[in-house]
């Protein structure tokens, strides 16, 4: 075992609450060596077992200060995994009611999940998702509060439904993405492959067809080309951005960190960024990069991690 990094370090990396030094050490420590490399990899499994099996308590005697650790001691049955990196089955609701499984996403993290049609779907930072343990007769009805990036199975007889708190978004087979965040009031879906269409209250608003997106702005409906695709990278783990203003980049890190960024200044600079960041690196770490091209101060309130730009 490799001694020269403490495991309560890389867990708070795990879970975005390391300082930006500890990020630093980390990073360079882990690419000095493949055997760091292994170690490393090793302890990203223990974190996600230790979650998986509802371990929290034991979390959170480590990181008893840090906020996101309160929010994730209140987790336990509701979370079915946490994962970085591959895909993996999950049918483990059979002592929930209903036979349901819930999985939430913490912040800066993603994950992949087949469900027992097949259907493949990726789900982002911060997001809630409810599905079936085994899809029943009629329509395949999953819950989304949050952003997923569904590839589904194709069943003429069986559509696939996701409810969210903004719409309804029904298909038969197809490829798609759903940003549905509520704390935001965000309804946009974009389609590659199929067609979908968007309903609410049972009322059909929309119709895609692949390669078009939709977004409710000014209270109105609007269907667009997509145009970048980019924007999509999330699923490898990379926050993209092409020619975005710096407000719309902070609602971004705001909303898949799930860190409170409040601005301070009258004066924000309206200049645009464009670039990649990975969700690893943290908001920190994102900030300090576009602090190079766009001219802003930030600090960090240590007590309860909320940033303030100035």
Known sequence: MNLSMNKETLYRFFEGSATFDEEKRIREWMEYSETNFRFFMESRKEYDALILTGSSSYLGRMRPLSPFSRWMAGISAAVVAILVIGGIYLFSGKDQPEQYNTVIVPPGQRINLILSDNTNLWLNANTKFRYPTEFAKGARTVFLDGEAYFEVSENVKKPFIVKTGQGDVRVTGTTFNVEAYSQYKSFNTSLFEGGVDIYKDEEKLVSLQPNEKSSFENNQWVVSKITDSDAYLWREGLIAFKNKGLEEILLTLEKYFDVDIRVRTNNLPQHTYTGKFRQTDGVDY????????????????EETGTVYIK
């Open 286 to 301: 994102a900030l300090r990069v576009l602090q190079r091209s766009i001219r802003f101060t930030y600090e960090r309130d």
